[in-house]
């Protein structure tokens, strides 16, 4: 097993370019720093400097490396095709630039984040499924023959790949020659997927994770109550790693019974959160993943 181990804008409170309510990307950087991470993911493409000698510069500065970022489109939309291609390819082009491995791509959600408001079918009908799946296809093939970057796709709640029977079926549907997937713990254990099962099962087609955990009285009170993902995440759905499910324990099990060798990013969605949060949550996360020898 040889898990590289990295950290998120999302552990942060940020979601968005910007936003007075989310914490500055200088202290993010150091913050990143003082917990003891050296790789990063970028958050939103204009959180962090956009321009790409500005970005390596602060975060050779920090001693950090870039692991990966996300391109988040209504994928199963034909009409907005050239903006995901556009967009893919402007992102590939920056984290290829910066050492980066991953580009993760993710459905866009069917309801706003935080208002709920419905942005589209809560399924996809089968052309819409096979528009998102050749979409998902086609990216991959791009950021590997032009970029060198390997595609991984993360389920997302409130998107149309979200419960087990979808994420089975997007794995047995794409090209695993360039798709892979980013499994997120958290986001499975919304919507009730079988999270170690998936990695246990697919570990071959999974060379991302994101390390999260989900606190299963909050998501009982988010299913009875139909929030919104953004709600969800105020009410503390997402928890330390470690004082949630899936266990520490159950993770490090099926991680080391699959003898699992990729990278890793903790996630731990705070938005929004008092700025003086993350760091002492950043540090006990990091300690409890080297006391078992991750990174």
């Known amino acids: 097993m040889n898990i590289q181990i990295g950290t998120a804008p999302d552990s942060w409170g940020v ?39 500005t970005l390596q510069r602060e975060i050779e500065a920090r001693g950090l490396k870039v692991s990966a970022s996300f391109v988040m489109h209504d994928l199963e939309d034909a009409s907005i095709f050239p903006s995901i291609r556009d967009d893919t390819e402007r992102m590939a082009d920056l984290l290829a ?9 993710i459905d866009d959600v069917y309801r706003d984040l935080l208002t709920g408001e419905q942005r589209g079918p ?24 032009d970029f060198g970057l390997q595609l991984t796709f993360h ?9 087990q029977h979808q994420i089975e079926r997007f794995i047995a549907d794409t090209d695993p020659d360039v798709v892979g997937i980013c499994l997120d713990f958290g986001h499975c254990e919304y919507k009730r997927a079988d999270s170690i099962g ?38 503390g759905i997402f928890t330390e790693l470690g004082e949630g499910i899936p266990t520490l324990e159950d993770l490090m099990s099926v991680l080391r019974d699959v ?14 959160c008092d700025f003086d949060k993350p760091l002492p949550i950043a540090k006990r996360t ?10």
């Open 15 to 53: 979601w968005f370019a910007d936003d007075p309510r989310q914490t500055p990307w200088h202290r993010y950087l150091d913050e990143v720093v003082e917990a003891g991470y050296d790789r990063i993911e970028l958050g939103p493409s204009g959180y962090l400097p956009s321009d790409a000698r």
């Open 97 to 105: 630039s910066l050492g980066a491995k991953y580009l993760v791509l």
């Open 122 to 145: 809560l399924t996809l009908d089968e052309d819409s499924w096979k528009r998102l799946v050749e979409t998902a296809n086609r990216m991959g093939r791009l950021v590997k023959e």
């Open 155 to 163: 389920p997302h709640a409130d998107s149309h790949v979200e419960r």
């Open 198 to 235: 998936l990695l246990r099962s697919y570990h071959e087609r999974i060379p991302y994770l994101h390390l999260k955990a989900v606190d299963p009285q909050v998501r009982d009170r988010v299913e009875a109550e139909n929030v919104p993902f953004g709600t969800a995440v105020a009410w």
């Open 259 to 272: 003898d699992y060798n990729g990278w890793a990013t903790v996630e731990q969605d705070l938005y929004p």
């Open 286 to 295: 990091r300690a409890r993943l080297a006391a078992e020898g991750l990174g």
